[in-house]
């Protein structure tokens, strides 16, 4: 029973770290119709200069917010430089131009930052909480990482819902034409689209570094992730998103919990073929409008 | 602004069968005899092919046996990536399907070798050979039936997962497969015939490294053989239909699910087959050696080379194999250390297949065959006028 327990809280702390990532991928889908592959290999570039901020002696909060501005600058100059001359061309160039940045930037990574092991902090402990004389697997690290991803939830909700900025990033997302007509500046919308979307990306990087070792190749397993969660929800929904992101985490938290966690991976790639096959809009989805 | 330009001048020239995809121009083949006026070799494709690989095959021994032991290895290297690329660029080419679990499916390739050549009393190494590729040919069918309803991001993140996914299960089985360590290849030694020939041809030493560089341009030869005539044929045509038009091919009876899964049957037996010539090649089969990392190196040298090129394929795995020791010296010689300069190659196969997309996204050699055709037309519309 308290492994059940235990097994299920981990599973909740993953799935909302993969429903941060997942939320950037979904980002950048509405408005550019684009996996962003180069997201995990971006999200691992932020949390390195987290970490030299850290190393330098500056605090967390310090390094946290350093990180997040050098993201939306990453995510920002990347749509604008490279990712703008193949939008709206074939879908395969756009591909292949994001898996260049995954791999070139992850390299880039370890040349600048070495490609040694080195352990991140976290602000808060590792220390599960103590209910009488069992301790189970909630710490106050994990409940800041569930704050954290909530918290940016509503403030993107907040974003697209009540501010006029927000307004014009969804009539770009929704028609290219008709919001250039309606006087947006749709190319700056796309701009501050991947910006935010790295923002989203990076923190879901910091968040997955809390108290663990960091590598340039940390985040492949959670692009997989990721772009498993968000597939769950159809790439179109935030929400579907989010909620396909929790899902996730469970599932793979019980795969790794009571078969084994080799088999992690491999289930992942199971169940997105499933819903790939059986539900190509997503879980969620009301109609069949796009073909998978 | 100067894309489009070049896509209407080169649509107004003699390219009516061309696709509408810039990226994939190298994939399609100028129709045999119309092209090959005034040329020594013969009309017909399947005697053409002959004599191409007679002539490879010619120059292959020469350069072997003219160059040194490392070079000879260097060799081994390029069939196997090249065998792969080539496997590839036939999928996403002339299909337009893309892959990165090429890779994994690799790994399959090596694996069963490792494991058929590490039995009591080892099987001729052809046979070998035919089983890994039979038995990646198995995967990749049945991952080729799940790709065949997805296309571009969608395709890319599951063969993703795959890439990710599959070394998962050499540390789950790891009493069979050696887990992190993977498994030592036992490569067989030169036979006596191949000494007495390389005693005929140069009478140099038949070392077993020369063998296996034998080995691995043999089949480098076969297979770009056996995909060039499949790229010739009604099969390559059917899948260039299916890659540009998906409702026109299927007015005209092409069942396209059917045909994508054996495009990527067809580029799993490839990768199967490069995997065991991996195996055989490094010696060794181990998760490390499959990573994401090597499936994107496959995509930057077909990309490089042009999208369904077997020539592109082939000078892109060259790129592969002599630009990472160049890199890596140069990258010395600026003062990184060794796993900083480690890291400069595939840092430049990012940049350059981020660059070649966006300047020139038909490749090489597909760059090469647009200009020629812009030529072409344009004398050919100077000869009309004058």
């Known amino acids: 029973m308290l492994q059940f327990v235990n097994v299920t809280l981990n599973g909740l702390v993953q799935g909302m770290i993969f429903a941060a990532f997942a939320l950037a991928l979904v980002l950048i889908w509405r408005s550019t119709r684009i996996v962003n592959f180069a997201q995990g290999s971006m999200a691992a570039a932020t949390t390195f200069i987290a970490l030299a901020i850290i190393q330098a002696g500056q605090s967390y909060w310090v390094a946290l917010v350093v990180a997040l501005l050098s993201g939306f600058l990453i995510g920002a100059v990347i749509e604008r430089v490279v990712i703008r001359p193949v939008e709206g061309g074939p879908e395969l160039n756009a591909v292949i131009v994001t898996l260049g940045l995954f791999v070139a930037i992850q390299a880039l990574i370890a040349i600048v930052f070495g490609s040694s092991f080195q352990s991140f902090t976290t602000p808060f402990g590792l220390r599960g909480f103590t209910f009488g004389d069992t301790t189970i697997l909630l710490t106050p690290n994990s409940l800041y990482v569930i704050g ?24 770009s997302a929704f028609g290219q034409e008709v919001a250039r007509l309606l006087g947006v500046r749709v190319g700056r919308m796309l701009t501050l689209g991947w910006g935010l979307a790295a923002v989203v990306g990076s923190l879901s990087g910091l968040l997955i570094a809390g108290g663990g070792l960091v590598y340039p190749a940390y985040m492949d397993v959670i692009i997989v992730s990721g772009f498993v969660a968000a597939v769950l929800g159809g790439l179109d929904s935030p929400i579907g998103a989010v909620v396909g992101g929790l899902l996730l985490g469970l599932v793979l938290s019980y795969v790794a919990g009571y078969l084994s966690p080799a088999l992690v991976n491999m289930s992942a790639l199971a169940i997105l073929v499933v819903v790939l096959l059986v539900r190509p809009g997503g879980l969620f989805s009301s109609s069949t409008a796009r073909r998978a | 602004m100067s894309q489009p330009q070049e896509k209407t001048a080169a649509s107004a020239g003699e390219m009516t069968s061309e696709s509408p995809v810039e990226a994939t121009t190298a994939a399609n083949a100028p129709s045999g005899p119309a092209s090959a006026r005034r040329s020594l070799l013969p009309g017909n494709t399947l005697l053409r092919h002959l004599v191409i690989l007679a002539v490879c095959a010619v120059g292959a021994v020469a350069l072997l046996e003219l160059t040194s032991p490392f070079r000879n290895s ?63 040919l198995l995967l990749g069918a049945v991952v080729g039936v799940a790709a065949a309803r997805l296309h571009g991001p969608y395709l890319a993140g599951a063969t993703l997962a795959l890439a990710v996914g599959l070394p998962g299960l050499a540390l789950y089985y790891d009493d069979v497969l050696g887990g992190e360590q993977g498994l030592r290849v036992q490569s067989p030694r030169a036979p006596e015939w191949f000494q007495g020939f390389i005693g005929f041809v140069s009478g140099n030493n038949a070392t077993t490294t020369k063998w296996l560089a034998y080995v691995g341009v043999i089949c480098l030869l076969l297979t770009f053989f056996l995909l060039a005539n499949l790229a010739r044929s009604r099969v390559g045509r059917t899948w260039r239909a299916v890659r540009d038009e998906e409702v026109a091919a299927e007015l005209a009876g092409i069942d396209l699910g059917a045909w994508r899964v054996l495009a990527f049957v067809v580029s799993a037996a490839c990768a199967g087959l490069a995997g065991a010539v991996l195996g055989v090649v490094i010696r060794l089969a181990a998760p490390s050696g499959f990573t994401i990392v090597l499936s994107i190196a496959l995509l930057t040298a077909i990309v490089i080379g042009g999208l369904g090129s077997l020539l592109g394929a082939l000078l892109g795995s060259a790129l592969l194999v002599f630009l990472p020791p160049f890199v890596t010296n140069l990258g010395a010689d600026l003062g990184l250390n060794n796993t900083e300069a480690a890291q400069l190659a595939p840092f430049i196969y990012g940049v350059v297949l981020i660059i070649v997309m966006i300047a020139a996204p038909a490749g090489f050699v597909g760059t090469i065959r647009l200009r020629w055709l812009q030529a072409r037309g344009k004398r050919a519309a100077r000869t009309a006028q004058g």
Do not use: D, K
Not at chain 1, 161 to 171: H, I, W
Not at chain 2, 88 to 105: C, D, F, K, M, R
Not at chain 2, 118 to 130: C, D, H, I, N, R
């Open chain 1, 148 to 171: 954290a991803v909530l918290v940016t939830m509503l403030a993107l909700i907040a974003l697209f819902r009540f501010t006029r900025v927000g307004l014009a990033m969804r009539a």
């Open chain 2, 74 to 136: 260097q060799f081994a290297v390029l069939a196997y990536y090249a065998i792969a690329a080539g496997g590839l660029t036939v999928l996403t080419g002339l299909n337009g399907q893309i892959s990165l679990g090429h890779g994994a499916l690799m790994a399959v390739g090596a694996y069963t070798t490792a494991l058929l050549l590490g039995a009591e009393e080892p099987l001729p190494l052809a046979v070998v050979f035919l089983a890994a590729v039979g038995i990646t």
